[in-house]
């Protein structure tokens, strides 16, 4: 059975971006240190194109076969100059089905990136086991959403831990 875990960060109003800025340069740097660790427990993780986009230099830096990173895109063949095989692919399979492939591959540990398009859609399909959200003291009124549309899901508290003074990391099981 392959976990499937969402990990993002967000201000207190449910923001994880702030205003029209793309980015996370808002997440304080116990978060990032967090993320970055959290990370090294995963051997794949799934990410849309805009989050590829904005983080490229970043994704590209950091390439290791230890982790499959696998980008949706409804335009695969515009990424080809980028994929590596076991390292870094792009995909337009449905979610169901990069998943079902990502077992397949044996892998054990699926960690969900963002942005907001793909924590909805992986929400809204039921895909997610848990999700480990850090909360930044931050009221942004403005920016994209943590879940970008109407969904009712429920979760239950597993972990609460302070990463710094303000921040606080929460983790829950989806029900
Ligand atoms: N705070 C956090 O924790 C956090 C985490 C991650 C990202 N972010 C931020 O969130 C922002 C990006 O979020 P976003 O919602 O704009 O974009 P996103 O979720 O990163 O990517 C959206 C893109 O994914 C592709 N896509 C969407 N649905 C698809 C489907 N069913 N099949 C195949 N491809 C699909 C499309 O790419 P194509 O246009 O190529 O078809 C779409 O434009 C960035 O600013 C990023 O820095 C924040």
């Given at each position: 059975?392959?976990?499937?875990?969402?990990?993002?960060?967000m201000?207190?109003?449910?923001?994880?971006?702030?205003?029209?800025?793309?980015?996370?340069?808002?997440?304080?740097?116990?978060?990032?240190?967090?993320?970055?660790?959290?990370?090294?427990?995963?051997?794949?993780c799934?990410?849309?194109?805009?989050?590829?986009?904005?983080s490229?230099?970043?994704?590209?830096?950091?390439?290791?076969?230890?982790?499959?990173?696998?980008?949706?895109?409804?335009?695969?063949?515009?990424?080809?100059?980028?994929?590596?095989?076991d390292?870094?692919?792009?995909?337009?399979?449905?979610?169901?089905?990069?998943?079902?492939?990502?077992?397949?591959?044996?892998?054990?540990?699926?960690?969900?990136?963002?942005?907001?398009?793909?924590?909805?859609?992986?929400?809204?399909?039921?895909?997610?086991?848990?999700?480990w959200?850090?909360?930044?003291?931050?009221?942004?009124?403005?920016?994209?959403?943590?879940?970008?549309?109407?969904?009712?899901?429920?979760?239950?508290?597993?972990?609460?831990?302070?990463?710094?003074?303000?921040?606080?990391?929460?983790?829950?099981?989806?029900?």
């Amino acid at each position: 059975m392959m976990q499937v875990i969402a990990i993002a960060v967000m201000s207190l109003d449910g923001y994880i971006t702030r205003h029209n800025e793309e980015g996370v340069a808002f997440a304080s740097l116990a978060d990032q240190r967090f993320f970055r660790a959290a990370l090294t427990e995963f051997d794949c993780c799934v990410f849309g194109a805009n989050t590829f986009e904005i983080s490229q230099t970043e994704i590209l830096r950091h390439l290791a076969p230890e982790r499959l990173r696998i980008v949706l895109t409804r335009s695969p063949e515009k990424y080809s100059a980028f994929h590596h095989l076991d390292a870094l692919e792009f995909t337009d399979a449905p979610p169901e089905v990069v998943l079902a492939d990502l077992r397949q591959r044996g892998k054990q540990r699926c960690a969900i990136l963002g942005g907001s398009e793909m924590y909805t859609m992986f929400f809204e399909r039921h895909l997610v086991d848990e999700l480990w959200l850090t909360i930044e003291p931050r009221l942004f009124g403005a920016g994209k959403r943590l879940i970008g549309g109407r969904l009712d899901a429920s979760l239950r508290l597993m972990t609460h831990v302070l990463l710094a003074e303000n921040t606080l990391l929460l983790t829950y099981a989806v029900n």
